[in-house]
T-cell receptor, first 115, second 111 residues
Framework: DAGVIQSPRHEVTEMGQEVTLRCKPISGHNSLFWYRQTMMRGLELLIYFNNNVPIDDSGMPEDRFSAKMPNASFSTLKIQPSEPRDSAVYFC?????????????FGSGTQLSVL | GNSVTQMEGPVTLSEEAFLTINCTYTATGYPSLFWYVQYPGEGLQLLLKATKADDKGSNKGFEATYRKETTSFHLEKGSVQVSDSAVYFCALSGGTYKYIFGTGTRLKVLA
């Protein structure tokens, strides 16, 4: 199994530009998570999907952030317009779900720098 | 609400030294507890877990025991190696999809 695949690994963009991060979860996993990691805030859950449906987006910072999961094998996180304070590492994770805390499998992350 | 507190880093040790990274938690009910490890440039990986009181999780020489009386889940390893240098995250999950992660403890092992 290839694991959770994220792209791009690194993204450098200018303030005001649109940024799209991509994630392919592990085949068969029905839960998908987007996390943001910064030195100041640590790991923050942005949004959680179950069976392709957004269940909890309370962690999405503001309307500039949006996430979609059009099918079981693909998700995107979009920031439009981007701002320097969005600079962080964004992780996608997937799991089998279930009621008793299945193991999370993380991708290698996207390092986003907004200049 | 649920929370996890882990010791500040960085922790710097010589190779073959004994490692302890402290983790305490606050939770209602009976959460599952986890240690995840993050190597440079990579995502987090599950290191070990325990799902009920007195359970001991172990993997790659690391151990942690779920202590309900002290609400703790300290990570230990008897003899660390340079390859153990990473950031270690304590986490809990209270029976839902929401994981609560600690702030992470950076470990640096010197040869």
């Amino acid at each position: 199994d290839a694991g959770v695949i994220q792209s791009p690994r690194h993204e450098v963009t200018e303030m005001g530009q649109e940024v799209t991060l991509r994630c392919k979860p592990i085949s068969g996993h029905n839960s998908l998570f987007w996390y943001r990691q910064t030195m100041m805030r640590g790991l923050e859950l942005l949004i959680y999907f179950n069976n392709n449906v957004p269940i909890d987006d309370s962690g999405m910072p503001e309307d500039r952030f949006s996430a979609k999961m059009p099918n079981a094998s693909f998700s995107t996180l979009k920031i439009q317009p981007s701002e320097p304070r969005d600079s962080a590492v964004y992780f996608c994770a997937s799991s089998l779900g279930g009621p008793r805390n299945e193991k999370l499998f993380f991708g290698s992350g996207t390092q986003l720098s907004v200049l | 609400g649920n929370s996890v507190t882990q010791m500040e880093g960085p922790v710097t040790l010589s190779e073959e030294a004994f490692l302890t990274i402290n983790c305490t938690y606050t939770a209602t009910g009976y959460p599952s507890l986890f240690w995840y490890v993050q190597y440079p440039g990579e995502g987090l990986q599950l290191l070990l877990k325990a799902t009920k009181a007195d359970d001991k999780g172990s993997n790659k020489g690391f151990e942690a025991t779920y202590r309900k009386e002290t609400t703790s889940f300290h990570l230990e390893k008897g003899s660390v190696q340079v390859s153990d240098s990473a950031v270690y995250f304590c986490a809990l999950s209270g029976g839902t999809y929401k994981y609560i992660f600690g702030t992470g403890t950076r470990l640096k092992v010197l040869a």
